[in-house]
Structures are given as structure tokens and as C-alpha cells.
């Protein structure tokens, strides 16, 4: 069920005005400058046709816009500073969820947060990249960078999702793990590696969802699971593409060939056999009707759980592995 | 991810360059660390290590197996293993397909990996030995398949495995099938822990990126040469992050060594003895728990041959 407001949310589902604010909107923006003036002009509803028209015309240059996404245009939306974060998805998708915090070695990292929800009567673990919302909130979360500490919690709740038996659903919304000194002091590395290993061998059914940016191993570090579904408008790469862009370009300008050239879009994803399914988004964007892109979501993960709650652990986690196991382009050169 | 092969680059260049300048019968090296000159003989004697400043050379996956095991016992396993090109991948001037192509031509080598199977001290081991040199080690489907086969031949065999990283990260002309490979080789050694297997990782320089945050950190035991760059993010990225220099041999061996992240680091020279110690406590442990099975089924029977009540039934 999809409940109410969450305690914070994107402002647009304040009720502000949908802006179009990416530069390939603008003749969406063209459009809708043309139907608010007409609307000023016209208080009076002189043309009352033409404005009807003005709106169907919008509508359908939308759909047809976002149906038609570049890869880069795509990484614009999945970057989108009013994108739902995690906690829209978590308030609206599931119940009582209580936040746990801690890593019980070090610290707690805003940037990556889980705890105990309810979803259909079922006791689950939650685990997410919090990107934040506005200026202040997201340099607390850390721009949704997670530090060793956020996947040593999760390493945590991971154990305790298998020890009890609670499915794991872990929402993906990074640019990347931390590149910090502190982190490579703490071992962001070794944090990483042993999500790996521990998710591999999970006894319990496990979905991961890229719901924003998916970024190289800060995101795979909460992804290996039975399951892994992309939001429509999505990304998933090896190497952000600025950084794969100064690297092979020499140039990080060139972020925009390097993600056609790496084909991280949800599609093109979907195209490798890597991704298990596509979650539908709202026309325009999961932030143009955040209540809308819960609700898909909502429906793919029900799906989803109810067909890997058939399997026994022992045959889910072999089955995990096979579909791991299986991933790779090579041939033989003899 | 592979930014660290930009921080190598410079030095690959001129490290390579001078080798060549001295090739083909390296009459002399310079030492890119201390600058100095070092007879050719010599540098070949101490296992190209610097005898000034030991300084490590990176090592190419063949010297490294010659330099490990018992003379003649390493047996190569799917050498043949050749990447494509998933995504028709074309940066600014390289076309990845003919990229894959040149750097077979000018290694020798089919892939950044070598695995297979030999023996140390006459003990049994499965091994992955990377190579900075094919496109700077970088882990793609090949180097992710043939390590994740290799973790099974070890499981298969009931055998140690040995992986010796040297790498620069996942492989962007792969994309997502180089990052699934971390997943992939994790896996395997998960299952190879469950199994009770030793692992060692070794640690050469460098290590960085993707091959850092899987296999490498997952080592039962994790030992480095010296001075070897070893890192997650590579230290340009971190300054561009942190907007500041950061101090001498941050992200170095010693560095991790320092903050609890591997066990040992290990000069070249003892490496093989090292490994022979580890596979020895290994070797022994099962060897005394096979002894205390045997001796545990004796018992047993001799108490049921003895006691009346099993007479009795």
C-alpha cells in the first residue's frame, strides 16, 4: 500500500510548480512559457481550444521525449536533484520502517541507511543509498558517497537478515563509494569486498533496485542479489562517466561519450541480460509523480519476492551464484 | 575505478622505455625510484629489485609464477581465453576490438591473468597471477572468468589457491559485465571459504580500484611486496576529492600495513618462503586432523567390540 507524505520529500511533491530545468526540456519549456502566458493572457478563456491543444501537444512532446532518452540525457534525469531518494520509496512503500543505525566499529554513515520494515506482513531488511534533499541535508548525506562504516552497517544488517530469515531489499542510488583518505585508511575497500562475499552466500531472497545512479562498486556493494531491477530512467556503470572520461579521453568533458560509449542506461542495460527487469516510471520522470514511481516500484517488488519466496535457501543461493556465475562475454581463441 | 592506471602511466612509460633503451640484452636499468644505474646481471640476480633502494619492478605474470614454484610443476589452465568486445566500445581514438588486438601482439599474453595449478615445496596450490602490462591489468569478463575458474579448480582439487593482483581496476571497455566480474570471483571464493580452503592474496604493485574492493581484500591471509601502490580510489582522485596533497606513501603497502588492512608485507626474495610456511601450517593441520579421524574411528571400535551391550545386540 502506498502510504502517505514522507517526513521529507522532493519538492515537488510539495505541490511546487513542475519546472523543466535539463537542457533537453527546452522545448518543453518553450511550450509551457507559451501555455502560461497564454493562461495570463487569456483569464478570461478567449481560446479555450487552443490551450487544450497547447496542453495535449505538451503531453505528447514529453512522452515522446522520454521514450526517446540519449544515454547522457538519461543520466541527467537519474541525477535530477528533486529524483525521489530512498526514504520517498521506503515511507511509501513500506511499513513501520525503524532506521538502525551504526556499524559497531567506528561510526554511523548517513550516506547509506537500512533498518526493519514491514512490507505485505512481512518482517524485511532494508538497505539504501540516502542521497538527501537540498543543499544542507545532502552534504550530511555525503552526496550519497557511503564511507567503509555505511557498508560495514550494512554488512551488519545483511548478517541479521539471514540470522532471522527477513528478505533484503536494497535500493541503489550512488555516485560511488567515498574516495577519501580516511576511507582508504578504514579499508573502503575490504568494506566492499565483504558484502560481496556475505550477499553471495545470503540464505535469504535478496532484491536490489537502482532507483538513481548506480556507480561502480559503492553501488555493487549493496547489490549482489536474486534480483536486480532499474528504475526506467536509471543508470548503472563501472566507472561514472566523468571518470571513465578523463581516463579515456584524457578529458572529463567528454562524460557525455563515455556514458553512450559504456551504455549505462537502465535499457541498455536490460539489453546485457544483467538486469532481471525495468520498473516503469511516471511520464517525465520518478520526480514529476513520485506517489505514481512508489507504486510501480511497489508492484515489481511484490512480484518479485512472491516468485523467490518459492525457492528453499539452499536452492536460492545456488541459484544466485549460477546467475553470477554466468555473466561474462569471452571466447575461446583455439 | 581504473584511474590509478593515469597515476602508473607516467612511470609505466618510463620504466618500459628504459628496459627497452637497454633491451635486448639489458646492459643496464635505471631505477625510477633512487635514479640509480643497475647492471643488468645484477637487476636479473636480485629478482629486479633495486639493490639501492629496493625498489620493486613490477614483475610480468610468467616471472612472478617462475619466481614462486617448484621448477616445472605449473600447469597452465585456459590460456586460450580471449576477450570480445561486448559493446562495440570506441573511445576518442581507440577502437577497444583493435586495442584487444595490439596489446596481444605486444605482450605475447591473451589476457591480463595467468591461472593454473603447480606446487610449492612440493605442495599442491591453484594460482592467478596478474599482469599490469595487458592494458594495466584490468579486470574484465576474461580476468574475472578465468580467476572465478581457477577458485574452482581449487575447490575441485580440495587444493590452497594463490592470487597475486596487479591491476588498475574493472575494465570501462567492458562496462557493466567488468563491474558483475567483482561479484562473480567473489562468489567463488565465498563458496571456497565455506569449503575450508586457504586463500592467500598478494598484493604487487598496483593494486587498485575493483580488483581492491573483490578479490584482493578477500584473502584468508593478505601479504604485499614493499612500496607497492595499493588503494581503492588511486591518491590523484582522493586529492581531486579532498582538494588537497596528501602526504608521502599514502595508499603505499606500508600505508595499509599500518592500518590493519593486510597481514604482511614481504620482501621479493622470501615471498616463496613465506608462501611455503603458510602452505606448510596448512598441510599439517589437515594432516594431524586426518590422523585424529583415524584414530577417533579406532576408538570408537574398539570400545563397540569391547562393550557387551553391542555383543549383546
Partial sequence: MVSEQPKQSSQYAKGKAMEYDLEFEQPLRDLAKEIHIMQQECGKLENPTRMQEAKEELHTLQQEIYANLTTWQTVQVARHKERPRAT??????????????GDRSFGDDPALIGGMATFNNETVIILGHQKGYGAKDQQYRN??????EGYRKAYRLMQMAGKFHFPLICLIDTPGAFPGLGD???????????????MARLPVPIIAVVIGEGGSGG???????DRLLMLAHSVYTVAAPEAAASILWRDNAFAPQAAEAMRISASEVFATGIVDDLVPEPVGGAHRNPVLAASHLQIALEE?????????P?????????????IGCFENSR | MESVIEDFKKTVISEGARQLRTSPKNIVVKCPECKEIILGREYRKSLK????????FRLTARERIELLVDPLSFVEIDKDLVSVDPLGFVSQNQVYAEKLAQEQKKTGMKSAVVTGHATIEGIPLALGIMDFQFIGGS??????????????????????LLIASASGGARMQEGLYSLMQMAKTSAALAKLSEAGLPYFSLLTNPTAGGVTASFSMLGDVILAEPGGLICFAGPRVIEQFMHERLPEGTASAEFLLEHGMIDLIVQRHALRGKLAQLLLFHQAQSQSMVETTILHTQNTQKKRSQSPSSSAA
Fill in chain 1, 219 to 225: 553501488a555493487l556493494g549493496i547489490s549482489v542479489a
Fill in chain 2, 49 to 56: 629489485v633495486c639493490s639501492h633502494c629496493q625498489y620493486h
Fill in chain 1, 143 to 148: 552526496f550519497g558517497m557511503p564511507h567503509p
Fill in chain 1, 184 to 198: 582508504e585508511e578504514r579499508g573502503q575497500a575490504e568494506a566492499i569486498a565483504s558484502n560481496l562475499a556475505l
Fill in chain 1, 304 to 312: 518479485h519476492l512472491s516468485s523467490l519466496k518459492k525457492y528453499p
Fill in chain 1, 88 to 101: 520517498d520509496y521506503i515511507h511509501r512503500i513500506f511499513e513501520n520502517f525503524l532506521e538502525l543505525h
Fill in chain 1, 314 to 326: 539452499e536452492q536460492l543461493v545456488e541459484k544466485r551464484y549460477q546467475k553470477f556465475r554466468n
Fill in chain 2, 139 to 160: 579486470m574484465g569478463s576474461v580476468v574475472g572468468e578465468k580467476l572465478t575458474r581457477v577458485i574452482e579448480l581449487a575447490l575441485h582439487k580440495h587444493i590452497p
